[in-house]
């Protein structure tokens, strides 16, 4: 979960907004910038010019951007991810054998973080890439990494995140949430049935080596072209044997 600094340094902080607000906006000007932050027009240009110092922001034309520096630092910690090292080919793998969209993703501030995504045949595009966070509650690989945490975690979680409503099956309420979580360890295995996404749904699993859950992997695909196959238990024991190949390599790396 997210910690508040002691001492907070503003300039950092500022540094940090303007980061963040970069990414959203997909680039900006500074007029733009201005509008969406409580910085002068100064102020801003200040920040932007030391990040472009530091190779952290460019400039094209009138327009800021961040710049590849930054995909530097985050593949450097992507790659020290045992999931990631390991889970990267099984995904490709179960990509291949399903054809369908598959996804490896951790917990970090009480959102999933998706570290890897492989492509099938028959891959359905979606609002999320390498990197992305969501929610944890109404996604099955979030679920399949709730499941395994300590019940006072999962309540800190949801005390910081809530459980906002996304799709008419999107689960709201502590009391359901906690019995589909019971069902996950029961299972062995998560779905989310249209629970983020309407016309999407997706089976995971936990990778768990040890007693701590590292993550999870999950195969999103149409329910219009998965139909009453949707949860069967050849594409349910697919998922459930890749996790815990990935599992394996790890306890025993």
Not at 52 to 69: A, D, F, M, Q
Not at 180 to 204: P, Y
Request: glycine fraction near 8%; charge should be negative.
């Amino acid at each position: 979960m997210t910690t508040e600094a002691n001492h907070p340094v503003r300039t950092t902080e500022k540094s940090l907004h303007l980061i963040e607000k970069l990414r959203e906006l997909d680039g900006a000007r500074i007029h733009v910038l201005e509008d969406e932050l409580e910085m002068t027009k100064g102020a801003i240009h200040n920040h932007l010019s030391t990040l472009r110092t530091h190779g952290y922001v460019i400039k094209e034309g009138n327009e800021y951007r961040l710049s590849l520096k930054v995909l530097t630092l985050g593949g450097y910690v992507r790659s020290n991810y045992s999931i990631y090292q390991f889970g990267r080919p099984k995904a490709n793998k179960l990509a291949a054998d399903t054809g369908m969209l598959v996804n490896l993703a951790t917990e970090e501030h009480g959102q999933s973080v998706y570290l890897y995504q492989a492509r099938g045949e028959y891959a359905v595009n979606l609002d999320t890439q390498v990197g992305h966070r969501l929610r944890l509650h109404n996604i099955a690989i979030g679920k399949a990494i709730l499941a395994y945490l300590p019940d006072e975690r999962v309540e800190a979680i949801v005390d910081e995140w809530g459980l906002p409503t996304e799709t008419e099956n999107t689960i709201t309420d502590r009391e359901t949430l906690f019995e589909e979580l019971e069902s996950v360890r029961e299972q062995g295995f998560a779905t989310d049935l249209e629970e983020r996404t309407e016309g999407l749904c997706c089976i995971a699993a936990p990778i768990q080596p040890g007693d701590d859950i590292l993550g999870a992997i999950s195969i999103s695909a149409p329910t219009s072209r998965l139909g009453d196959r949707a949860f069967d238990d050849d594409l349910v024991g697919q998922v459930k044997s890749t996790a815990n190949e990935i599992a394996l390599d790890i306890k025993y790396m």
